[in-house]
Every structure is written in structure tokens, then in C-alpha cells.
């Protein structure tokens, strides 16, 4: 099943967003609606909040009095972590629950409106952020939650800035106009991303990607959208390496100011190969199945002609990435690393290396045809780079 996260500030239209994607065939998990079960009356999730906190925060009826609760805890930093620790994990493992009782082929879209400030990003394998500018979100919260416009300011003040969720989205849904704009935008995301991803998620494929050649302007979001992936890698692969997955951004788009295929290459360096094929089915499960066939690198002079590897691509339609899995140490690896810290620290190489791409890309429409023409460059480059090592002291660092 494909799990997405879904978040938006306060007055932006996330639960808007959220019915429509219930209306398309989406199974809908309220983080808000859970946190209020697991204290409901009668739940040992409610008998801690009055152990805590005492009789004083229940209602007559023997519920919570939430504004009393509230009142509690607010302004007092040791009494909020108390409650959180109270209800934090009883909606981690009612989510579990419900997630695991959906279809194998379900899309489960989580409404969690702390999302980011939980840092729960990495745990999804998509995260959709609604977004509305603030006057708007000031305008309706006055208009549909009776606030006050400096009531509704605070509220949105109290939750992570906008540039911080942003930050964390794989998609972001712009929701500043009616809600006909915000359909249209839910059907195209569900249409052309989240229905394909599912698919290819569950049929352990990449996403298939066609062969004609597209060299694009740099972008100063691949980093970003680069470390994304590798969070996701890194939480993924944390039961069995414990959060240590030794995961790198490579390639084109690791270089500022280089253009490149707007595909991400990222490696993850292994001990041994057979380390790399135990960790392929976790990898497949977070959105990156292995690609079929035998893969080499090309050892650029080092001993042994070729160095096998493991390669992985994205099931995600949105987001094309190849993960290369290597074993540290070997030529692969090395120059994969040598490469980018190379190209990042002399401009006139990273220079060159653009206009050699201006050149085969007039000379080649295709990708296999620009891939053998960039052959004797990377000949070139190991040499150039290897020289650089050796004056700069460069040593392959760690992610």
C-alpha cells in the first residue's frame, strides 16, 4: 500500500483536501480524531491524563474538559511532553493498526497536522503539504471558526513556519483560490502520482521512464529533494542498520550549478554485496525496488575492470532517483564521491563538464546515446580528479 502524509497549516484547506481524497478511493486516517479516542473515557490512555493531571481536567459527563486540559498544559513546557507522552504513542499504534487493516493495493493518506513538527516526514512514502497564503488562512479562520483576526494569528504563529512545511514536501497543493482550483489539483495529483505510485509500489517495478534525452537547467531544490529520499532510505533501513545507512547524494544534481537530468543518484554504501541483497526487500518496501539486471562500474583504472553493484530506481512517477548500492571501498564508490567533491570544489571543471553536456546533447536525443558519448569525459575526469585528491588531501567522506 502507498502511505502518504498529509499536513497543512491552520486555515489552509487540509481537510478540504482530505475529503476529496476520501471521495477518490482514499482510506483516511485523522490523527486529530485518534488523538481524541485514545483518551476517551474508559481507554487507559484516559486514566493516564488523570493520573497525571488530576480530576480537575474532566468534564461532568467523566470526559476530558479539553479547555481545562489545555489551560494545563499551556505555557508549561514539562506538562505539555507529559501529555504528548501520554498521547503520542497510543495514536502511533492505533495508525499502526488501521494501516495494517487496509487493502494491500489501498492508498492510507494520514491527516496529521503536526506532521513536520513530530518529524514524522521520513516515515511516509510521500508527503502532501496544502499551503494558502496567510491572509487567506487569516480570512477564514475568522470566517468559519468565529476567531478574531488576532486569535487566528496566534493560532497560526504557535505552528511551524511555512518555509519549514514546505520544506518536508514532496508535493505541495496550492489552496488560495475556491475549492473547484483545489479539486482539480487533488484529481490531478491522484490521477497522474499517488494511483501509478501505488501500482508500481505493489508490483515492486520502477517507475518506467521514457528514453528521450532531457538535460534541464540546475535546481537549487534537488539537494533538498535529494536528502528527502535519504531520510526515507535511512528510516527504512533503521531495524536492520539502526539508523546508520550510510546514504549519499551523487551525480549532476549534487553539483550546484550544474545541469543535469532531472533524475536524483544517490548510493548507499554496504560492506558486502550480500549485505546489499539483504536490505533490497526494506528498500522495495519504502518506494525503491531493485532494478532488474546485472550491473557494473566501470573501475577507471583501478584493479579489476569492472566492480559489480546493485541498482535500485523509484516507484514514485513524481520523483525519479537511482540508488546505486556499492561497496565501500570499491572504485565505484570512490569515484562516485571523488566525482562531485571534485566538480563542487574547481569551477572550471564543473564548467567544462556543463559544456561537454551542451555539446552531446546536440549531438544525441537519445539517453543511451548521450550515456556512451560521456564515456572517454569520465576517463578524463577520473585522472583530473585523482590528481586533485592527491594535491587537496581529499579523502572519501561519510554520509
Do not use: C
Not at 174 to 188: I, W
Amino acid at each position: 500500500m502507498l502511505k502518504v502524509g498529509l499536513t497543512g497549516g491552520i486555515g489552509a484547506g487540509k481537510s478540504a483536501a482530505a475529503q476529496r481524497l476520501v471521495a477518490r478511493g482514499a482510506v483516511l486516517i485523522d490523527a486529530d480524531r485518534l488523538a481524541r479516542e485514545v483518551v476517551a473515557a474508559g481507554t487507559d490512555g484516559h486514566a493516564a491524563v488523570v493520573e497525571a493531571f488530576g480530576p480537575a481536567v474532566l468534564g461532568p459527563d467523566g470526559e476530558l474538559d479539553r479547555p481545562a486540559l489545555g489551560a494545563r498544559v499551556f505555557g508549561d513546557e514539562a506538562a505539555r511532553r507529559r501529555l504528548e507522552s501520554i498521547i503520542h504513542p497510543r495514536v502511533r499504534a492505533r495508525t499502526a493498526e488501521l494501516t495494517a487493516a487496509a487493502a494491500p493495493d489501498a492508498i492510507v493518506v494520514n491527516d496529521v497536522p503536526l506532521l513536520v513538527e513530530t518529524g514524522l516526514a521520513a516515515s511516509y512514502h510521500l508527503v502532501v503539504v496544502v499551503d494558502a497564503d496567510r491572509a487567506t488562512r487569516v480570512r477564514r479562520l475568522v470566517e468559519t471558526r468565529g476567531m478574531s483576526a488576532e486569535q487566528a494569528e496566534a493560532r497560526i504563529a504557535a505552528q511551524a513556519e511555512d518555509a519549514v512545511r514546505r520544506d518536508a514536501a514532496d508535493v505541495v497543493l496550492s489552496n488560495d483560490g475556491g475549492l473547484d482550483e483545489l479539486d482539480t489539483r487533488v484529481e490531478r495529483l491522484w490521477q497522474d502520482r499517488l494511483r501509478p505510485y501505488e501500482k508500481n509500489l505493489r508490483l515492486g517495478r520502477h517507475a518506467p521512464a521514457d528514453d528521450v534525452l532531457r538535460v534541464v537547467p540546475p535546481d537549487p531544490t534537488w539537494p533538498r529533494q535529494a536528502q528527502r529520499v535519504i531520510d526515507r532510505i535511512r528510516h527504512a533501513l533503521a531495524p536492520q542498520l539502526g539508523g546508520d545507512a550510510d546514504v549519499a547524494h551523487i551525480g549532476s544534481t549534487a553539483v550546484p550549478g550544474l545541469p543535469a537530468k532531472d533524475l536524483l543518484d544517490l548510493m548507499l554504501a554496504v560492506p558486502t554485496l550480500a549485505e546489499a541483497d539483504r536490505l533490497a526487500g526494506a528498500l522495495e518496501a519504502a518506494g525503491l525496488p531493485r532494478r532488474a539486471g546485472d550491473w557494473y562500474d566501470n573501475a577507471r583504472g583501478r584493479p579489476g575492470r569492472t566492480w559489480p553493484k546493485r541498482l535500485h530506481g523509484s516507484a514514485d512517477p513524481g520523483r525519479p532517483v537511482n540508488l546505486h548500492v556499492r561497496v565501500t571501498g570499491s572504485p565505484g564508490w570512490r569515484f562516485a564521491l571523488l566525482m562531485r567533491d571534485h566538480l563542487r570544489a574547481v569551477p572550471e571543471a564543473r564548467d567544462a563538464y556543463a559544456e561537454a553536456k551542451r555539446q552531446w546533447m546536440a549531438q544525441h536525443r537519445d539517453v543511451e546515446g548521450y550515456a556512451e558519448a560521456k564515456e572517454p569525459w569520465f576517463d578524463a575526469e577520473a585522472a583530473a580528479a585523482d590528481a586533485w585528491a592527491q594535491a587537496s588531501g581529499w579523502q572519501p567522506p561519510r554520509s
